[in-house]
């Protein structure tokens, strides 16, 4: 919530009058009120939706004096929501139970009968801290997942980029739903950061998941977040991928991997815009753009009942054809001389050029790992040129993979690998082979999807 926001406080208190009185001032200084007359009432208005302030009396039904029933409802609360600021209110005289109070994790407290100055000065230095501790939560979280932008050195020359990027200029200022087709290494993923930065979410969280990579048996709780206690594991509360992408946007990535029966669960979350974390009952609102991408067939996934149609309707509200790089061969050049200054840079070669040779020999690939596959070409090149010129022979093509229905073989494994370099060749072509069909990529090598990715991480496969 932005600072400029109405904050939201919760009162509960036993007495209609206070609850009145209460409501009538803090509306005046521009606060949003919900009133609650029991514990039993309090802790359902938290169930269902986030307070920055609670304010609870320390006394209800059962006495008047022992403050049993809001201590209880106080230890409650946290148990829902451990980052609630609870400010409690005691009369005169019961101020050692206010203290107690805040030893069971209360901020502060006010005296009836309260001074209205004191008491908005306390509710607003409890607002404040509340939303401070929920950003300095977000942002560890952010460090942990969040990647910096993926557009340097981005270049779109061609025709057909030259469209894409008008496409992407419509859409970009929209809050639309976009789906981004193309084949494996194309960048996938720097359109979708190039459609976040452009966007007027730019300033917000891009929040990127890899869905392949995550396990079944923990989809709910990496998407969706957990509260403590939901499952053994779960020590503390977590933010989910959703819930950290709050206000930005969300991309995920290889969108054809999610399984079958986590699809209806995304579904809910792209519809209503709701979820509840794993373990929690209360249902929490999320503002979130959605770009996936996938080099997968997704109508054919659906008529095999592998992909669900309405969840397909909802993902590509806008698609993006991401063009592979044999139909933009006037770029080839320009991002090959990227890659070279890029990588002279990052290893100390910077008077390496190409030779005509070398020239000649990238524009006439067909690059079947398209830009990822130009990357690692011009990078091993910098790395084992011997002199300052890169000839055709030192980018080694004809010993790489060569283009998908070419009618050429891979390099085959032979005995002078070591075990890593044949496992890596073989990874490498059955990805080729299933045109970086990750799913069945890993059936094909006998490996799970999260086993496939693990190998792929290892030898640097995007």
């Known amino acids: 919530m932005a600072p400029t926001d109405k904050p939201h406080i919760l009162i509960a208190d036993d007495q209609r009058d206070v609850r009145e009185a209460l409501r009538l001032l803090l509306k005046s200084e521009g606060w949003n009120c ?10 359902a ?8 302030v609670a304010l609870i009396d320390l006394n209800y039904t059962r006495d008047t004096t022992s403050g049993a029933e809001g201590l209880e409802l106080l230890r409650e609360l946290k148990k829902l929501d451990e980052e609630l600021p609870v400010v409690v209110m005691t009369a005169w005289g019961t101020i050692h139970v206010a203290v107690e109070a805040m030893r069971h994790g209360a901020g502060d407290f ?30 560890q979280a952010e460090n942990v997942l969040l990647r910096g932008p993926a557009a340097e050195g981005f270049i779109a020359d061609s025709p057909a980029m030259r469209r894409l ?15 981004i087709l193309g084949e494996n290494g194309t960048g996938k993923g720097v359109i979708a950061r190039l459609l976040h930065d452009a966007s007027k979410r730019a300033q917000a969280s891009f929040v990127k998941v890899n869905m392949g990579g995550i396990p079944e048996t923990v989809f709910e709780a990496e998407m969706f977040g ?48 709701e979820l509840e974390r794993v373990g929690s009952s209360r249902t929490l609102k999320v503002d979130v753009r959605v770009i996936s991408a996938t080099n997968a067939d997704l109508p054919a996934a659906v008529a095999e009942g592998a992909f669900r149609k309405d969840l397909l309707f909802r993902l590509n509200t806008v698609e993006l054809h991401l063009p592979p790089l044999r139909e933009r061969g006037e770029d080839i050049p320009l991002l090959a ?53 890169i000839d055709a022979g030192a980018l080694n093509l004809n010993a790489g993979s060569v283009a998908v229905g070419s009618g050429a073989h891979a390099a085959p494994i032979n005995a002078q690998m070591t075990v890593e370099q044949a496992e890596e ?30 190998r792929m ?3 640097g496969i995007d």
């Open 34 to 43: 919900s009133t609650a007359e029991g514990p039993a009432e309090a802790l």
């Open 45 to 52: 208005a938290v169930r269902k939706q986030s307070f920055d």
């Open 110 to 139: 006010i005296e009836k009968p309260w001074d209205n100055q004191r008491l908005m000065s306390v509710l607003g230095n409890q607002r404040d801290l509340g939303r401070a501790q929920r950003r300095g939560q977000r942002l």
């Open 165 to 179: 990027l008008e496409n992407l200029a419509r859409v970009a200022p929209s809050d639309a739903n976009v789906l």
């Open 226 to 273: 957990h509260v403590r206690g939901a499952f053994t594991d779960a020590k503390s509360d977590r933010i989910g991928r959703f819930e950290l992408a709050d206000g930005g946007s969300l991309f995920l990535d290889e969108i054809a991997n999610i399984p079958v029966a986590q699809q209806p669960k995304l579904l809910r979350v792209l519809e209503d815009g």
């Open 337 to 389: 001389h990227a890659f070279l200054a890029r990588f002279g840079k990052r290893y100390q070669r910077d008077g390496l050029r190409f030779a005509p040779s070398a020239l000649s020999a990238l524009s006439t690939y067909a690059w079947p790992g398209n830009v990822r596959e130009l990357s690692h070409t011009i990078e091993r090149a910098v790395l084992m040129t011997g002199g300052d010129v």
């Open 425 to 454: 060749k073989l990874v490498r072509q059955t990805l080729e082979q299933t045109a970086g069909n990750i799913q069945r990529a890993a059936a094909k090598l006998g490996l799970s999807r999260p086993a496939l990715y693990r």
């Open 457 to 459: 991480e290892k030898y």
